[in-house]
T-cell receptor, first 111, second 110 residues
Framework: DVKVTQSSRYLVKRTGEKVFLECVQDMDHENMFWYRQDPGLGLRLIYFSYDVKMKEKGDIPEGYSVSREKKERFSLILESASTNQTSMYLC??????????FGPGTRLTVL | RKEVEQDPGPFNVPEGATVAFNCTYSNSASQSFFWYRQDCRKEPKLLMSVYSSGNEDGRFTAQLNRASQYISLLIRDSKLSDSATYLCVVRGAAGNKLTFGGGTRVLVKP
């Protein structure tokens, strides 16, 4: 079974803090993705990566950066958290163009 | 206009009944289509891919209408466990990027 894990299920941070969200997959997938999910807006792609040290912007990259130093790990970084970044963050991975496997999500609250 | 649009619902369905709902997409060059299921406070999981000829998986039937640019999902003999949000997902003409609809919430009641 594919397993995608995320470092925290719930996280509370203060405005201006630097926030790291970690995602690890154990199936040697080349592709990894970060989404945020908000009521009424669905899942929106923040960044994705096709390979180690490679990254591409998704639909809403502003305010975020990513790091992929190892194939199995994809990190999302909020350089200076703001209240409008309060959301559910979902990591996903796959090896082909279709089915994506999601982690359990991190519910981030920025106060 | 959103790339992928869904009726948010909720669709309140008596147990044992049939429910169907659609999803429209704006990019006529879209290549692949899927339905994902998301339970409350859980991650999305693939329910089924949608093929041009239509396909069935047990009580679930998916259809694709390229001319009118929509896909549909029909659930027969609804179970309480079918209560979830169903996400319509579309892959564009190039690359690996998936676009998600906002989801249709289905509540099956006894």
């Amino acid at each position: 079974d594919v397993k995608v894990t995320q470092s925290s299920r719930y996280l509370v941070k203060r405005t201006g803090e630097k926030v790291f969200l970690e995602c690890v997959q154990d199936m040697d997938h080349e592709n990894m993705f970060w989404y945020r999910q908000d009521p009424g807006l669905g899942l929106r792609l923040i960044y994705f990566s096709y390979d180690v040290k490679m990254k591409e912007k998704g639909d809403i990259p502003e305010g975020y950066s990513v790091s992929r130093e190892k194939k199995e790990r994809f990190s999302l970084i909020l350089e200076s958290a703001s209240t409008n970044q309060t959301s559910m963050y979902l990591c996903a991975s796959n090896t082909g163009p279709d089915t994506q496997y999601f982690g359990p999500g991190t519910r981030l609250t920025v106060l | 206009r959103k790339e992928v649009e869904q009726d948010p619902g909720p669709f309140n369905v008596p147990e044992g009944a049939t429910v169907a709902f659609n999803c429209t997409y704006s990019n006529s060059a879209s290549q692949s289509f899927f339905w994902y299921r998301q339970d409350c406070r859980k991650e999305p999981k693939l329910l089924m891919s949608v093929y041009s000829s239509g396909n069935e998986d047990g009580r679930f039937t998916a259809q694709l209408n390229r001319a009118s640019q929509y896909i549909s999902l029909l659930i027969r003999d609804s179970k309480l466990s079918d209560s979830a949000t169903y996400l319509c997902v579309v892959r564009g003409a190039a690359g690996n990027k998936l676009t998600f609809g906002g989801g249709t919430r289905v509540l099956v009641k006894p």
